[in-house]
């Protein structure tokens, strides 16, 4: 009936009122939060898959609110992206991200620093000019520096996104593409736009052993990459299983919760003197 139809619109008006109203007190207390300070960048370890070595990690954002308690990235970073707070955190991941990776290479030499950068912060030339004075004031070797974009944003004007791509190139830096697979880019595509690594999702590494079509899957797009000269990077790995699998369909590097959760530097530092002694 009628009733009923006006009924349900506004228990969908309501929660669609609570939805905004948690954005609207998030982007207030992320501006706040970014003014203070108040993020961790945790770091994930990514090893080789071959030799079972430490190859380096991933800077991944942590954020406490103090009323709010721990709000996840994927909930947090589209709010800073809609804002147009995205900037100033991703120069905080930068800082905070190269001053870590100038006390790790003094201990371990060839470590790797992998940032996420998003899709916004692309087209903001301020923050590659951010990027390579970082590089320069802490004497960093930038080819140990990779810089992630998530494959949504190659979606865009092509020639356009090759000359930022470009641009970051010349740094010296190299360039991942992120969550590959979740999206309709081609690797050709992809190599075209001078891609050095290549991730594949963590959908499709997760539960593996039991889709047989993942296999598949994982296994084409390693291949593939590597025919380009890309290399590979397997995320979301939690089983010895799926390690091993991985290690065998040839793929190069390996991060997920069976290796280590993402952890506090002090932490991560611990780990890496465990696994190196
Ligand atoms: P991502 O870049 O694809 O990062 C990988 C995510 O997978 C991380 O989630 C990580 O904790 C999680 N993960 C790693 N290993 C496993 C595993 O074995 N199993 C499962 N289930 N998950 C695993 P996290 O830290 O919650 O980050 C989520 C997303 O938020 C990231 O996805 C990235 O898109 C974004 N993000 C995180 N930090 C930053 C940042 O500093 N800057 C930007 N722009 N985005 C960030
Ligand atoms: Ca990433
Ligand atoms: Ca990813
Ligand atoms: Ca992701």
């Known amino acids: 009936t009628k009733s009923d139809h006006s009924e349900r619109w506004q228990i969908f008006d309501l929660a669609n009122s609570v939805v905004s109203e948690r954005r609207m007190q998030l982007s207030s207390a992320l501006k706040e939060a970014i003014e203070n300070d108040s993020f961790s960048l945790y770091l994930q370890p990514q090893i080789n898959l071959a030799t079972g070595k430490v190859y380096g990690c ?42 870590y990776q100038k006390q790790l290479v003094e201990q371990y030499p060839g470590h790797v620093l992998s940032l996420n950068i998003s899709g916004k912060d692309l ?12 590089v320069n004031q802490l004497n960093l070797n930038p080819s140990q520096i990779v810089i992630e974009i998530t494959e949504s944003v190659t979606i865009a004007n092509e020639i356009y996104l090759k ?7 010349s ?11 979740t999206g309709y880019s081609s690797l050709a595509y992809l190599s075209r736009l001078g891609f050095d690594e290549l991730k594949i999702d963590k959908q499709f590494v997760m539960d593996i052993e039991t889709s047989k079509s993942n296999q598949t899957i994982t296994k084409a797009m390693s ?36 290796i280590s959760k993402p952890l506090a530097f002090e932490d991560y530092l611990k780990w890496l003197y465990k696994v190196s002694h």
Not at 64 to 80: M, S, T, V, Y
Not at 171 to 181: H, I, R
Not at 225 to 245: C, D, K, N, P
Request: overall charge negative; some cysteine; aromatic content about 10%.
């Open 163 to 169: 000359n930022i791509l470009d641009d970051y190139r």
């Open 223 to 258: 291949d593939l990459a590597h025919s380009l000269g890309l290399r590979v990077v397997a995320e979301g790995i939690e089983s010895e299983q799926s390690y091993t699998r991985l290690q065998h369909y040839g793929c190069d590097y390996g991060q997920g919760y069976f």
């Open 171 to 181: 740094v010296g830096v190299k360039l991942a593409l992120d969550d590959f697979g």
């Open 123 to 134: 087209a903001k030339k301020e923050l590659l000019v951010h990027l390579i004075t970082l």
């Open 58 to 99: 991933e800077g991944l954002l942590r954020w406490f609110h103090p009323k709010l308690g721990q709000i996840p990235p994927d909930e947090f970073i589209p709010i800073a992206e809609s804002s147009g707070l995205i900037h100033s955190l991703t120069e905080l991941v930068l800082e905070k991200g190269l001053n």
